[in-house]
């Protein structure tokens, strides 16, 4: 009885580093595109959503270093090269966006206003 118990116990304890490891959930990427004329509140939600996947891909690749002892290497590198993909797509579409409303005529009258 308490041979069966010892090797429950060892048997349970060489499978429980694989089961941790299926619980690292793997974060989404999000799309990172807009539309032609987006307004501050949909910017403002795109780069909330780089912000939670950024933050959700750190917790995965804690868990996967903490539960994967040498064996998640290759899945932390892979999310952290989706994790760079999506924050620099994202800054490019930000900087041009800048670069756009920076070059975009004033429209309306402008008046000149002295002290």
Do not use: W
Not at 22 to 40: I, S, W
Request: glycine content about 6%; overall charge positive.
């Amino acid at each position: 009885m308490i041979r069966k118990f010892g090797l429950a116990v060892i048997f349970s304890s060489m499978v429980l580093p694989s089961l941790a490891a299926a619980r690292c959930d793997q974060p989404y990427a999000p799309e990172v595109h807009l539309a032609a004329n987006p307004t501050k509140e949909q910017i403002a939600t795109l780069r909330d959503d780089v912000q939670t996947f950024v933050a959700a891909s750190d917790l995965y690749q804690a868990c996967l270093q903490k539960t994967m002892a040498g064996g998640g290497a290759a899945l932390i590198a892979a999310n952290q090269k989706e994790k760079e993909r999506v924050c620099k797509l994202f800054n490019a579409l930000v900087g041009s966006l800048k670069q756009a409303t920076a070059q975009a005529p004033v429209s309306g009258n402008v008046e000149l206003v002295s002290r």
